[in-house]
């Protein structure tokens, strides 16, 4: 299923501004060296329904197929980088959601 496009989903809550901007401002290379794409994020979303609405940011981005996700997030450079966003936020998750199969 390698034409099946991913679609990572993220909740965090920025805890330093400054380290989390050293984290942006390298995140969007990173993520176009491997196909992907950026669709949004949210520091306000609505909750509509369950009993853990998430708080902080949500965020959403793409890559064409599994595999280029996990080789984005094994890359060393992103790895190194990650390190800032490790530093000023609390990650609550980073989860990768397989798209649906194109029809026949």
Not at 36 to 47: K, M, P, R, V, W
Not at 58 to 85: G, N
Request: charged share 25%; hydrophobic share 35%; no cysteine.
């Amino acid at each position: 299923m390698s034409d099946v496009p991913v679609y990572m989903v993220v909740n965090l809550k920025i805890e330093n501004t400054d380290e989390y901007r050293k984290y942006e401002k390298g995140f969007f290379g990173i993520l176009k060296k491997y196909g992907g794409s950026f669709i949004a994020y949210d520091d306000d979303t609505a909750h509509f329904e369950g009993s853990s609405p998430r708080e902080g940011r949500m965020i959403i981005f793409s890559f064409p197929s599994q595999e280029m996700a996990k080789s984005w997030y094994a890359d060393s450079e992103y790895q190194a980088l990650s390190e800032y966003r490790r530093a000023g936020t609390h990650l609550k998750f980073l989860s990768m959601v397989r798209g649906v199969p194109p029809r026949q």
